[in-house]
């Protein structure tokens, strides 16, 4: 069997958003405190028996969290087009991620994002 290790790191930031068309009070401007799970699969391990450098996973993560913190999400691309959603905020989490860290011994596996400490999505593409 082919070794696999899965890191995982965590993050957050705060932000307001509106949900557009939704039936209910989250229709109305509100924030939250978002928490973001970031897991990254590693193939291999280098020399000194890392994955991957947590820091790495970290820094990545931080740097996406920080174009959202204390923002109008509404106000930023790409959520001007699609509802500034658990769902869709995991996915750009889990695209902008991808588009930095992969590489061929380390893949972003899933980002799980916690919008209340109640309730997450977690995104994956490829759960194999
Ligand atoms: N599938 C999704 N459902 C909901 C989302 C979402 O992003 N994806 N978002 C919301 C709202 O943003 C809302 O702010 C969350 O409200 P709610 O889950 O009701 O949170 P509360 O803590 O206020 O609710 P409790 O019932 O007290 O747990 C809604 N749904
Ligand atoms: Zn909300």
């Known amino acids: 069997m082919a070794a696999c290790y899965t890191l995982k790191i ?3 930031f705060a932000s307001a958003h509106t949900l557009r068309e939704y039936p209910g009070a989250c ?9 973001v799970e970031t897991e990254v699969r590693a193939s291999s391990l280098d020399k000194m028996g890392m994955g991957v450098d947590f820091k ?3 820094q990545a993560t931080r740097d996406i969290a920080a174009k959202l913190d204390h923002r109008y999400l509404n106000d930023l691309e790409p959520f ?3 509802n500034p959603t ?7 989490f889990y695209q902008e991620l991808s588009a930095q860290l992969n590489n061929e011994s380390i893949r972003v596996h899933a980002v799980t994002l916690w ?3 109640r309730a997450c999505v ?3 593409e490829d759960e194999s």
């Open 80 to 82: 001007t087009d699609i």
């Open 27 to 35: 229709a109305r401007m509100h924030g939250h405190n978002w928490k």
């Open 122 to 124: 977690r995104y994956a």
């Open 115 to 117: 919008e209340t400490e």
């Open 56 to 58: 790495v996973i970290k």
């Open 86 to 92: 658990a769902e869709n905020i995991a996915a750009y």
């Open 10 to 12: 965590v993050t957050d």
